[in-house]
């Protein structure tokens, strides 16, 4: 998870997300949405309890997407938003700033990938596809981590 704002914005660190700001992220029942709540909630214990609740204070918009988030952005609707790392991509990533949340505080969404099938076209894709180091370089390439 990042943080994403406009190019102008003035906000700079996730302190700046308690001022008075527009910040847009994902409804609740979006796994985006959970895990931007729970970022903030993790930040509680660096910048004091009601940090989370001074942020919340600030959301204009609860989109029902990441890409919703994304693009409120990238049009200046907001001052910021909380969005997957994965979802900046080469369009967007000229109009807006990205600031890092610490690990300490961030959440890592995982997906897992497994064969269900044992026959011999499985293990070839999973092989040539999955293991080979130039397309874990790809997933890299657009934010992904691979961890096996």
Do not use: H
């Not at 700046?16 to 959970?34: F, H, Q, S, W, Y």
């Not at 909630?41 to 600030?58: A, E, F, H, Q």
């Not at 099938?117 to 293991?131: A, I, P, R, T, V």
């Amino acid at each position: 998870m990042v943080i994403i704002t406009p190019k102008d914005s003035k906000v700079k660190s996730p302190l700046d997300l308690t001022k008075n700001i527009k910040l847009v992220i994902a409804e609740e029942e979006v796994p985006c949405g959970r895990y931007a709540l729970e970022v903030l909630d993790n930040y509680n214990s660096k910048y004091g309890k009601d940090y989370s609740g001074k942020v919340l204070n600030n959301v204009v918009s609860r989109e029902l997407n990441v890409k919703l988030v994304v693009s409120k952005i990238t049009m200046g609707e907001a001052d910021a938003g909380i969005v997957y790392i994965t979802d900046i991509n080469q369009k967007n990533k000229e109009k807006i700033n990205i600031i890092e949340i610490g690990q300490d505080f961030n959440i890592n969404a995982s997906y897992w990938i497994c064969r269900i099938n044992d026959n011999n076209e499985s293990k070839e894709f999973y092989k040539n596809f999955l293991e080979d180091d130039n397309m874990k370089n790809i997933f890299e390439k657009y934010g992904f981590r691979v961890i096996y």
